[in-house]
């Protein structure tokens, strides 16, 4: 079994809450923004763990390249 898709589970609780009466649209909303909130941090991870790698790539680049002296 796959893990549910959080952008699926976001737009399928904005759905909901465009039917549901306006206490449980409530929180049909806030779980769709949890959702969002859940893809945007891991964007976020994502981006910073390729800088990061190309960081140490760098770094041990120049950390080679001092020792060879």
């Not at 770094?59 to 020792?67: E, F, I, V």
């Amino acid at each position: 079994m796959t893990a549910p898709n959080p952008l699926h589970v976001a737009n399928t609780a904005q759905q909901m809450a465009r039917a549901a009466p306006k206490e449980e649209a409530v929180v049909f909303n806030r779980v769709a923004m949890v959702c969002m909130g859940v893809m945007a941090a891991a964007s976020a991870a994502q981006m910073l763990q390729s800088l990061l790698l190309e960081f140490n790539k760098v770094h041990d680049k120049d950390r080679a390249g001092s020792r060879s002296r």
